[in-house]
């Protein structure tokens, strides 16, 4: 198989740029991410290291709530600077002493070049271990949305699925969501670019308007 020559960079992708591919040995064998879950969302997210506390609620979180990404065609990746036989044995560790398996691959990133290819590696907080981020690309490869974390403050795992959920329902009926937006609430009509859209705004009832740019309706799903 070629191999793919990874640039060793701190650079930390954006929103709206594809992911960058990467060739990776993991919990569930050696991957090539242009490769993997092909037409699905991937979660790539990183943890500073492997048996400590905060990383391990972290990814129990993750673990026990995967029916819930799978409901969502979502697959999970973590990673972190350790190797696989770390990570083998933390795995082990967590399903014998909790019952929780993490069942998705965790990236052995011990030569840190997935890490640094992220931006995962942030020098004044610490150089050794990633941050906790999260990465959400969407079946096409482009990341859509990037939350961080610092090393000592747990994920909201409720957000995390909120905002996978909103960036779905988002694409699939081209609306916005306002704050704080769940399942089920109303969402925002994109406004008007012209006049005559404009002044179509303003004389349809069809859904609840503060003004013509400001226009909120319910999802027939």
Not at 5 to 15: D, F, L, N, Q, T
Not at 43 to 52: E, N, Q, R
Not at 87 to 108: C, M, Q, R, S
Not at 117 to 137: C, D, H, K, W
């Amino acid at each position: 198989m070629e191999t793919l020559e990874v640039k060793e960079s701190y650079a930390m992708p954006r929103i709206g740029d594809q992911a960058p591919d990467f060739e990776a040995a993991t919990t569930k064998g050696h991957i090539r991410f242009s490769d993997f879950a092909t037409d699905k969302w991937v979660l790539l997210f990183s943890h500073p290291a492997d048996f400590t506390p905060v990383c391990t609620t972290e990814m129990s979180g993750f673990a026990q709530r995967k029916a819930e990404f799978d409901a969502l065609n979502t697959e999970l990746m973590g990673l972190s600077i350790d190797s696989i036989h770390s990570h083998l044995a933390w795995v082990n560790n967590v399903k014998e002493k909790t019952g929780v398996y993490f069942d998705f691959p965790i990236i052995a990133d011990i030569d840190m070049k997935v890490a640094k290819l992220y931006g995962m590696l942030q020098p004044n907080e610490s150089a050794t271990a990633a941050v906790r981020a999260v990465f959400f690309i969407d079946p096409s490869k482009k990341i859509r949305l990037i939350m961080y974390y610092p090393l000592n403050v747990g994920r909201n795992m409720d957000e995390i699925l909120r905002a996978l959920k909103a960036l779905q329902v988002s694409d699939e009926h081209s609306v916005a969501l306002p704050l704080n937006w769940r399942e089920g609430d109303k969402v925002i009509i994109p406004p008007p670019k012209t006049l005559t859209e404009m002044d179509d705004r303003l004389n349809d009832d069809s859904c609840e308007r503060i003004d013509f740019y400001l226009c909120k309706k319910e999802l027939n799903v």
